[in-house]
């Protein structure tokens, strides 16, 4: 029978309490196995078991995969681990608290070809061991390959690691398709392309890598192909070439009066934007729309019409009294004019 834990004892004891970090003891389940390929044991106190698909894991048990098997599993975080043929992993401890995602999560990566891809718990709580170095996580996806007589190496396909050596001594690795190798003396070596990294006791890609010629079942869609690892390497300087001298303007270009003239094109572009905007504010001028001339006021226009009509008719009666004053004065000159009663106004001589 398996035995419980306080924690659980004083879980079945206090059906009421709430609970809090779960705090894995030696031998007790902290996840599972999602596949099994040929044999995987687990062993823990000198006990050995052969794991199938579904059987639980356990604190401190020791995973131990065949030359030719593989396994991948799931921690009760949904920390996703996949061992290639070979592989030994400890799984060290585990303490979640799911309520507030922290927890204390490490894992030691004994030998062989793992991938690891973090969980729920937040990033600060994972620690992955590798001989004579840590690595903590932020967001992450990454490969090892740890072989104890030539070193380790890390492959990052997502997010960023910090890789630290025994004295504190620690690199950064934020550049996807990029490793990082820790030699037998514990020596952190820089971030470099596949081409570049010293690869002294390295399997080929395929071996050392097998998850990324082969893609495991908990991340089947890979970041990259063995044949992107080989080009970003190889091809890295060539796939942004330096440009071209003819594409290059003249160095007499780059000196200050281009500065200036640079610098006026604005200007002169704010000048011919006023210059248009002139016609716009001249639509209002009064000019384009001539003003109506003003109606005389009727009471004008009558008192001119009358004086006009007086004059007139002045006019005509002095024209009349002349013409009656003519007649009369002219009848003694040319035969005079007869009076009303048909008399002559002269007698003859």
């Not at 009666?317 to 009369?328: D, E, Q, S």
């Amino acid at each position: 029978m398996r035995r419980l834990t306080a924690a659980a004892v004083a879980f079945s004891l206090c059906p009421g309490l709430v609970v809090g970090p779960v705090f894995a003891a030696g031998g007790d389940p902290i996840g599972a196995t999602l596949s099994v390929v040929d044999i995987v044991t687990a062993a823990y106190n000198r006990d050995t078991r052969t794991l199938g698909t579904g059987d639980d894991v356990r604190q401190n048990e020791l995973i131990d995969v065949s030359k030719d098997g593989s396994t991948e599993l799931k921690l009760n975080d949904d920390t996703k681990l996949a061992l290639g043929p070979g592989a030994k992993l400890l799984l060290d401890k585990f303490v979640y608290d799911p309520d507030k995602a922290a927890g204390d999560i490490s894992v030691d990566l004994v030998e062989g070809a793992f991938r690891f891809m973090t969980g729920k718990a937040k990033k600060p709580s994972y620690v992955v061991k590798v001989p004579r170095a840590s690595i903590t996580v932020r967001g992450t996806i990454f490969d090892v390959f740890v072989k104890t007589d030539v070193g380790s190496w890390l492959l990052l396909h997502e997010g960023a690691v910090t890789v630290c050596d025994e004295r504190g001594r620690c690199r950064d690795l934020d550049e996807a398709g990029k490793l990082i190798r820790i030699t037998t003396a514990g020596d952190v070596e820089e971030p470099a392309h596949w081409n570049k990294v010293e690869k002294s006791g390295l399997p080929p890609l395929d071996t050392s890598f097998p998850f990324v010629a082969k893609p495991p079942k908990i991340d089947p869609e890979p970041v990259f192909t063995p044949e992107d690892l080989i080009k970003l390497g190889a091809l890295g300087p060539v796939i942004v070439p330096p440009r071209k001298v003819k594409d290059d303007p003249p160095p007499r270009r780059t000196k200050k009066p281009k500065t200036e003239q640079a610098d006026e094109k604005p200007s002169k572009k704010r000048k011919t934007e006023q210059a248009e905007d002139k016609p716009s504010k001249k639509k209002p001028v009064k000019v384009a729309v001539p003003a109506k001339p003003k109606k005389p006021k009727p009471t004008k226009r009558a008192s001119n019409d009358n004086a006009a009509g007086k004059a007139a008719l002045g006019i005509a009666i002095g024209v009349g009294i002349g013409i009656g004053l003519g007649k009369i004065g002219g009848g003694g000159k040319g035969g005079g004019g007869r009076m009303p009663g048909g008399g002559s106004r002269y007698k003859p001589n």
